[in-house]
């Protein structure tokens, strides 16, 4: 049961870091960049050296194309980091006091006595912790708006 509870709190926890992604992901409108990015792309490739007032628009437009991806790129990495780091101090001190409170043992049992995976037969808090993180990974994805990328990055080809 508490290793539910720590699981619950660890989703709780990420969840408003994902939502919020999401709604940086609505404003900028990720897909729509993506595809002007690609459509600049090919205008620079075709564009001759000649036409110098028309290539700087284009390299401008790419620069700002692409500085608008790196910008949502790297909100999305420090949300999770700061959603990580969050997660693993405030659903261990949670789990600590609701185990006080109930009167139970803090660490789940393990089962299976694996090392790294077992300690002193109860399960690792930080093994089950990156077992949680991963495991909500594709609601991350979804939620925030990453899949659109993968999607347009799939067109392409």
Known sequence: MIALVYVALIFAILLPYSIFVG????RVNISLVMSELRNV????????????K???LLKTRYKRLRGALNKFMIINMVMI?????TALVIARSAVLYISRWLGVN????????????????YLN????FLAAVVAYQPLHTKLSGMYKMRRSEDSSY
């Open 23 to 26: 709604a940086y992901e609505k």
């Open 41 to 52: 792309s090919l205008k620079l490739s075709e564009t001759s050296p000649e036409k110098e």
């Open 54 to 56: 028309k290539l700087r």
């Open 81 to 85: 980091w700061i959603g990580v780091f």
């Open 106 to 121: 803090p660490l789940p049992p393990s089962p299976i006595d694996l090392p790294g995976i077992s300690l002193n037969g």
């Open 125 to 128: 808090d930080l093994f089950l």
